[in-house]
């Protein structure tokens, strides 16, 4: 009501609409076919109730309901040491549930459909026309950095994400061979590239850069991991603007350059 008073019209508010590890207000998605949107319709109710006038951008906070995760245990992310679960809380981590991972392409897919239901219900609710854009939110903080950024529990080693990392070096280098000279290993396959190990993601920690002649395979991993984010957010993007017919605005938190000092994680 005072943000209105002094002639502000733009909101937003944050809504869970796929479970997972997001606490701040109840998940959409709670069981395969059942949907929940009250936190949803109690924000956009109590803001327009403080300003009728008001226009409204929902922000999804976009993971994976845990009911999805057990019923599709090869999508799970799994850290270094071939846990599922994170050991230790930081940073948005929560211990004892597991995480998607962001390889899963049946993650992407079933996002799509949390997308389409919610943005289905808003454009067909009370305050549809109050309604001018989306937001999507996700993995640590909202604002996409990967889960576990901080922790020594290093993500992801699952199949997906291993699957994903081939393919992009199949689009990166186009042919084995090229493969074989960047990484200086003339035996080398697509198929049988494996995520650098921990230590080798450590590396010399004191060191400003990587050696490309022996850390090839490291330097590439970190462009794929740091690729795979704006990918997930420009796909589902996609879903906003196709579910909208173009007419509503979407976009992101991302890309925030200077305050981790180079940290590749």
Known sequence: REMGDAGVRLY???VNIAGGTYRHTRPSWVAPDVWDYTDLDAR???VLSG????MLMPRFYISAPQW???????????LHDGATKYAVEEMGLVTGVQYPSLGSTKWREAMAVALRNVIDHIENSDYADRVFGYQLSGLATEEWYHWGRSSSQMNDYSLPMTLA???WLRQRYGSVEKLRESWADSTLEFDVVQIPTKQERLGNRRAMFRDPVRE?????FYSFYNEIIPDTIDYLAG?????T??????GAFYAFMFEFGGDPQ
């Open 216 to 220: 090839m395979n490291v330097i590439d």
């Open 51 to 54: 300003d009728p006038d008001a």
């Open 12 to 14: 937003t508010f944050v």
């Open 68 to 78: 999805w995760l057990e019923k599709h245990p090869e999508e799970v992310m799994v």
């Open 239 to 243: 879903v906003v603007k196709e579910a």
């Open 44 to 46: 956009a109710a109590a």
């Open 245 to 250: 017919g173009g007419k509503k605005v979407v």
């Open 165 to 167: 990392f081939r393919d």
